[in-house]
């Protein structure tokens, strides 16, 4: 199974031109972006690691493909 750090993932988010809208809470962020519709919600701490569905989520809301998350570093 597949695994990426949250921090990983909020720096993707960062390049791919996302930036942070809101953290209502301490463990949820919710990411906007100037051109792409909707937002991306991230969970946990930076040092968490996110797997299976929740990256899935994460990929979907963001608009980017399983190859995009495969072939990111």
Known sequence: ????????????LH??????DRQPGTS??????????GIVTVNGKK??????GLL???AR???WTKDDMRTRK
């Open 56 to 58: 899935d989520s994460i």
């Open 61 to 63: 809301q963001a608009g």
């Open 1 to 12: 199974m597949r695994t990426h750090k949250v921090r990983v993932i909020l720096r993707w």
């Open 47 to 52: 040092s968490d690691d996110l797997f299976g």
């Open 28 to 37: 949820h962020r919710q990411f906007r972006h100037p051109a792409k519709p």
């Open 15 to 20: 390049e791919d031109g996302w930036f942070l």
